[in-house]
């Protein structure tokens, strides 16, 4: 009786180990990280601007003035006050491609530049809209940022939000330029389309 008992509690074991080793291999019911949801689906084309710098290739995929009587641009105006009659805030749209097989962090930061007048570049504006830019996020190896099927990759407008100042001065100092503040300490300017005067908004 003793030794069947014994034989049982072994097998149970047994059975445990082997329940415990599958749980681990196949990582229980946790989500996929993010850089590993971006590998998942084929990529977006790159339409629009880009450069390529340390491996990334950073594409605008639009510019435009926001305006939040506008239901396209009012989810991306977020908590923010209304601009006054000279002001507006110009939504540079981006994507950035990872070329390499190996992650690689992508721009700590940015600025708007207008190329007549460089004293004017504005830092992009802090933003609580669900499809902002994130500062410095890795781009997973051969994918792209946003990540396909994310929330900051499912507005309207293609690309996530770089959200800038502009008025009536810095849009006369046209073009802009965005320049780029690479991870490895690097500069590069990429030329953006132009856009309308405040005025002609509407």
Same mark, same amino acid.
């Given at each position: 009786?003793?030794?069947?008992?014994?034989?049982?509690?072994?097998? !149970?074991? *047994?059975?445990?180990?082997? *329940?415990?080793?599958?749980?681990?291999?196949?990582?229980?019911?946790?989500?996929?990280?993010? =850089?590993?949801?971006?590998?998942?689906?084929?990529?977006?084309? &790159?339409?629009?601007?880009?450069?390529?710098?340390?491996?990334?290739?950073?594409?605008?995929?639009?510019?435009?003035? $926001?305006?939040?009587?506008?239901? &396209?641009?009012?989810?991306?105006?977020?908590?923010?006050?209304?601009?006054?009659? @000279?002001?507006?805030? $110009?939504? *540079?749209?981006?994507?950035?491609?990872? #070329?390499?097989? #190996?992650?690689?962090?992508?721009?700590?930061?940015?600025?708007?530049?207008?190329? #007549?007048?460089?004293? %004017? !570049?504005?830092?992009? $504006?802090?933003?609580?809209?669900?499809?902002?830019?994130?500062?410095?996020? /890795?781009?997973? =190896?051969?994918?792209?940022?946003?990540?396909?099927?994310?929330?900051?990759?499912?507005?309207?407008?293609?690309?996530? +939000? %770089? +959200?800038?100042?502009?008025? @009536?001065? /810095?849009?006369?100092?046209?073009?802009?330029?965005?320049? *780029?503040?690479?991870?490895?300490?690097?500069?590069? #300017?990429?030329? $953006?389309?132009?856009?309308?005067?405040?005025?002609?908004?509407?």
């Amino acid at each position: 009786m003793g030794s069947r008992f014994r034989i049982a509690s072994v097998a !149970a074991v *047994v059975v445990l180990v082997a *329940v415990v080793a599958v749980v681990l291999l196949s990582g229980g019911d946790d989500p996929k990280p993010a =850089a590993q949801a971006a590998q998942h689906g084929p990529l977006p084309p &790159i339409n629009g601007p880009a450069m390529e710098v340390e491996g990334l290739v950073y594409n605008v995929t639009d510019v435009r003035l $926001l305006d939040a009587d506008d239901p &396209i641009a009012k989810p991306y105006l977020a908590n923010l006050e209304a601009p006054t009659e @000279d002001s507006g805030f $110009l939504g *540079v749209f981006l994507r950035v491609y990872n #070329k390499t097989g #190996k992650p690689q962090p992508s721009a700590p930061g940015f600025l708007l530049e207008p190329s #007549k007048q460089p004293g %004017l !570049a504005e830092q992009n $504006l802090a933003s609580e809209s669900p499809f902002s830019w994130v500062m410095g996020e /890795t781009v997973p =190896a051969g994918g792209v940022l946003p990540a396909p099927g994310s929330r900051a990759a499912s507005g309207a407008i293609p690309g996530a +939000l %770089l +959200l800038y100042p502009v008025s @009536d001065e /810095t849009i006369e100092a046209e073009p802009f330029d965005l320049v *780029v503040h690479t991870a490895g300490g690097a500069l590069a #300017k990429l030329r $953006l389309p132009k856009v309308p005067a405040l005025k002609q908004q509407g």
